[in-house]
């Protein structure tokens, strides 16, 4: 957190200590990740330092933080929009910062508790993102103007001088453009930690120095409204696009989204764009006109009132509609194949110089996208499925050798399977795609869910539809979006049971029951915080960005860091061994 002193000051509420190790391999005082031809004065001030210690045993343990205070100005006004390049503090970049810690005492590493390390907002550890003065290149100038929103607890009060709204009056309302979120909040001691995300430091024969964790922290920019906006409202022709499968809360995300451009901004003109993609230039369909009228009580039905639909992301064909009907604002709600579409007009709309802000707002029940903490109708999708699993464990419990099987959605990843078996409670077995499992043998499934049967008269079984997949024949290839088709775990599973053993066996497949309701009442607080935030990064100049949480922050990231890969469960992550000790299932091991 960044708190503002006094004029132009700044310093870090909860200073970070970084040690800086001094051995054969590394001159004295040199921060590891620093080159050697890198002074550390080159790192100064302006900036914030951060200085670490280390107990005599060498052990990298940090000791109580001193006061750390370091200056810096406000942004200039030019460079790239993600995050303040235009602080001051000299020409040459400082290098990216890392917390590292070694483990071992004996391999002659010695602690400089005088040097010190250097970051600053702007610098090498944010995470940039494309500001449309990057970009655009129309007639116009790119203006920066004061914004219309308020609170009704910040708005002007007739007849009193508030003063004008700019980044050192922020009245509350605003969050600074220096605001930043760490995007990782843990940094590991040992490589065999839970989940860790580290390893030894080798030298160049390959023998090992030490255990070392480093941790390089980086920097998201603060979500949230700013005090100068770089659209005039009445100008603003803003689209919502919904693609891909339905989500509980897609309703409260449009609905947010329209209720922060009209009430928020005064925007008068917000078209909904019907079916998808391809909705923007399709024969035949037609904008559905937004306002907060019709936008109203859509909270309390599942599914999307401006449709949904995969595929379509012919993007010139896209960018020319944008360009027709004069739309500046595209906020795109889906998931990562949607995301990568959004992320290509946003790139096709950069390339013609054009003044147009691309948001995405992640969508998918599956959990499966990088970095934030979660996505919106994960919770609701969860609170459903475990409903499911209630039932089959009912059914599993009043038939003779009954076994209760579940087929849940996921696609690649085993989120919503791993969080409704654990909140469920009465789950035997989940098998998840992330962990590989046999069936046969003595330490198959088949053979423990006969066991199972045996001792206690009945099991329930939780499938994600990714899992066993070499078990199955898919029909190959991708569907509209992109994604691959996938076999049918659970009826083959079902098949399988009851070929060995004698059972009387119930499947369920809530598939388009667990997507197709409404939000429950955590994510639609989520979608209203999704949908608002949306609109303060286009109107902030953002483009290419993603809304989402990340350590409880709401933050705005670039598209690509989103959809580098999908996200999975870590079949050594805390969540998977909880669940192994929920239902006492083994490794199914051939």
């Given at each position: 957190?960044?708190?503002r002193?006094?004029?132009?000051a ?5 200073p970070?200590r970084?040690?800086?190790r ?5 001159p004295?005082?040199?921060?590891v ?10 790192l100064?001030s ?9 107990a005599?045993n060498?052990v ?17 006004g030019?460079?790239t ?5 235009g602080?001051?503090g000299?020409d040459?970049?400082?290098?990216r910062?890392?917390?590292a810690?070694?483990d071992?005492?004996d391999?002659g ?7 010190r390390?250097?970051w600053?907002?702007g610098?090498a ?9 990057d ?6 100038p790119?203006v920066?103007?004061q914004?219309?929103?308020?609170t009704k607890?910040?708005?002007?009060i ?10 050192l009056n922020l ?7 220096l605001d ?13 930690s839970l ?6 430091e080798?030298d160049v ?14 920097f ?12 005039k409202p009445?100008?603003v022709h ?23 451009l ?12 019907r079916f998808?993609?391809?909705?923007f230039f ?5 904008n ?12 309390s ?18 960018v ?6 004069g ?9 990562n194949g949607s ?5 290509a007009?946003s ?6 110089g054009?003044?147009?802000?691309v ?14 903490d ?5 919770d609701?999708a ?5 409903k499911?699993i ?18 849940l959605?996921g ?14 409670g ?7 795609p992330?962990v590989?499992?046999a069936m046969?043998?003595?330490n198959?499934?088949?053979a423990?869910?006969?066991n ?7 099991a ?7 899992a ?5 024949m898919g029909?190959?290839g991708?569907?509209?979006?992109g994604?691959?088709?996938l ?21 369920i497949?809530?598939?388009?029951m ?37 350590n409880t ?11 580098e890969?999908e ?16 239902t ?6 051939s």
């Amino acid at each position: 957190a960044l708190n503002r002193l006094d004029g132009d000051a700044l310093a870090l509420a909860a200073p970070i200590r970084l040690p800086v190790r001094r051995s054969a391999h590394t001159p004295a005082g040199r921060p590891v990740g620093v080159s050697r031809t890198t002074p550390l004065a080159a790192l100064g001030s302006p900036s914030h330092s951060v200085s670490g210690v280390c107990a005599s045993n060498g052990v990298g343990i940090p000791s109580a933080p001193s006061s750390i205070r370091g200056r810096t100005r406000a942004r200039t006004g030019t460079g790239t929009g993600g995050g303040g390049a235009g602080v001051a503090g000299g020409d040459s970049a400082p290098a990216r910062a890392v917390l590292a810690r070694d483990d071992v005492s004996d391999d002659g590493v010695a602690w400089d508790e005088s040097a010190r390390y250097t970051w600053r907002v702007g610098g090498a550890n944010d995470i940039p993102i494309v500001h449309l003065r990057d970009v655009y290149r129309g007639t116009e100038p790119l203006v920066a103007r004061q914004s219309p929103f308020c609170t009704k607890s910040s708005c002007p009060i007739p007849g009193l001088p508030t003063g004008a709204r700019t980044p050192l009056n922020l009245n509350r309302t605003f969050v600074s453009e220096l605001d930043r979120v760490l995007l990782k909040s843990m940094t590991f001691g040992s490589p065999d930690s839970l989940s860790a995300e580290c390893d030894f430091e080798c030298d160049v024969n390959g023998e090992r120095l030490c255990n070392t964790c480093e941790f390089e922290p980086e920097f998201c920019i603060r979500a949230g409204p700013r005090a100068e906006i770089y659209f005039k409202p009445s100008e603003v022709h803003a689209a919502i696009v919904n693609c891909g499968g339905l989500c509980p809360g897609i309703n409260d995300v449009i609905r947010s989204l329209v209720n922060t451009l009209e009430v928020g901004y005064d925007v008068k003109k917000i078209s909904g764009i019907r079916f998808g993609f391809s909705g923007f230039f399709k024969d035949g369909v037609e904008n559905l006109p937004l306002s907060r009228k019709t936008v109203r009580n859509i909270q309390s039905q599942g599914g999307s009132i401006v449709g949904c639909g995969r595929g379509g992301g012919d993007v010139n064909q896209i960018v020319n509609a944008i360009e027709r009907q004069g739309m500046n604002m595209i906020f795109v709600i889906g998931g990562n194949g949607s995301h990568a579409g959004a992320n290509a007009i946003s790139q096709e709309c950069a390339k013609r110089g054009l003044k147009v802000s691309v948001v995405g707002i992640p969508k998918t029940i599956d959990n499966d996208i990088l970095h934030i903490d979660k996505t919106f109708g994960f919770d609701t999708a969860v609170e459903e499925a475990q409903k499911a699993i209630k039932a089959a464990a009912t059914e599993a419990r009043s038939a003779l050798n009954g076994i209760g099987v579940v087929k849940l959605m996921g696609r690649q990843s085993g989120f919503i399977a791993m969080n409704a078996a654990l909140a469920n409670g009465d789950t035997d077995v989940c098998l998840i795609p992330e962990v590989d499992f046999a069936m046969e043998g003595p330490n198959g499934a088949v053979a423990h869910i006969k066991n199972l049967v045996a001792s206690q008269g009945y099991a329930v079984v939780v499938l994600a539809e990714g899992a066993g997949q070499e078990y199955v024949m898919g029909a190959g290839g991708t569907d509209a979006g992109g994604n691959p088709v996938l076999g049918d775990i659970g009826p083959w599973f079902c098949k399988r049971l009851k070929a060995e053993m004698s059972c009387d066996v119930k499947y369920i497949d809530p598939t388009y029951m667990v997507r197709g309701c409404k939000a429950n009442a955590q994510d639609s607080i989520y979608c209203a915080i999704l949908g608002q935030n949306a609109v303060h990064g286009a109107f902030a100049g953002f483009t290419g960005i993603s809304v989402g949480m990340v350590n409880t922050h709401a933050v705005f990231l670039p598209i690509e860091r989103l959809i580098e890969k999908e996200r999975l469960v870590d079949p050594d992550g805390k969540n998977w061994h909880r669940l192994l000790t929920a239902t006492g299932q083994p490794d199914f091991v051939s």
